[in-house]
């Protein structure tokens, strides 16, 4: 059942989609906050933001915003795109809701958003929807949160950050190698699973691509990285022996693993392909 004041603004939603519209000033990001129409407590503002990522924050939140979250650029591909957002632990005050065509569905309580925890649906699932909770004092709620657009591997979850957990092709392998956000080639040193994730520990001979910091240098004359790369369980993954290509995105500061072929096998495909000159990029894979 939909609370009066949530029927209302659908209402106003629907049949004029007339509100007010804040830009932030690279349309990556945006600050608001529900003080600039306490009076109007039934308004509902329109926020658009068009990059690949960035954050929202909404101080003291009354009423509602609709946010709609796009590329910035148009192509068909975007229509595969999947939406990740990330809420802060201290983010309150609303409830987030994603609306298609008017068609309300609950994605975070407000009693979820402190959990932290990343949830992805697609773009064509619409934008999202955030009402405020009506309390009487809204002095310290913040809604804030950090999204980011992701284009998936094929048969990956919309709703989920990572691939799927099956073996990647020999065209996927070698796509991966050129386009993913960190590649890398190393070795297992630990495994830890949480309740729906795993982390593995690695070790790195090789770093031909990280898109931000996520792998460390260990100094000295070897040149040696480590750091952490995460799966979904299931995976099931082992510590064992020989060397992996490791490749995967970078999702709000964490690695996350996509194809990871033994390197032998990467490198036994990559050969074929330089020999077929069908390679997609050029590794120095001396």
């Not at 209402?11 to 830009?23: E, F, G, K, N, P």
């Not at 924050?57 to 192509?75: D, F, M």
């Not at 000295?220 to 995460?230: E, H, I, L």
């Not at 032998?264 to 001396?286: E, I, M, S």
């Amino acid at each position: 059942m939909l609370s009066p004041f949530l029927a209302y603004l659908l209402s106003v939603v629907l049949l004029s989609r007339i509100a007010r519209s804040q830009y932030s000033s690279d349309q990556c990001s945006w600050r608001g906050s529900g003080l600039t129409h306490e009076g109007h407590t039934r308004d509902v503002e329109q926020v658009y933001l068009r990059c690949a990522q960035g954050f929202l924050e909404w101080l003291y939140p009354t009423g509602a915003i609709i946010v709609n979250l796009r590329p910035n650029t148009l192509s068909p591909a975007a229509s595969l795109l999947s939406i990740c957002i990330k809420p802060s632990k201290e983010s309150s005050g609303t409830h987030i809701y994603l609306d298609r065509l008017g068609k309300l569905r609950l994605l975070l309580r407000e009693e979820d958003q402190a959990e932290g925890r990343v949830h992805c649906f697609s773009i064509q699932d619409g934008a999202l929807f955030i009402e405020a909770v009506p309390q009487r004092d809204i002095s310290r709620k913040i809604t804030a949160f950090q999204y980011e657009l992701v284009n998936h591997r094929p048969g990956a979850d919309p709703q989920s950050l990572s691939a799927p957990c099956q073996p990647c092709t020999d065209a996927e392998v070698l796509l991966a190698a050129c386009t993913s956000d960190f590649v890398a080639r190393g070795s297992i040193l630990g495994v830890t699973e949480s309740d729906d994730q795993t982390s593995v520990t690695v070790s790195l001979s090789g770093l031909y691509r990280q898109k931000t910091q996520v792998f460390v240098s260990g100094g000295g004359r070897a040149k040696r990285w480590t750091g952490f790369v995460k799966m979904p369980r299931q995976c099931r993954v082992k510590p064992g022996e020989g060397e992996f290509l490791f490749t995967g995105t970078v999702r709000f500061g964490e690695a996350w693993l996509s194809c990871a072929p033994r390197y032998k096998d990467f490198l036994r495909v990559y050969q074929d392909a330089q020999q077929q000159r069908t390679n997609p990029c050029h590794l120095d894979t001396d």
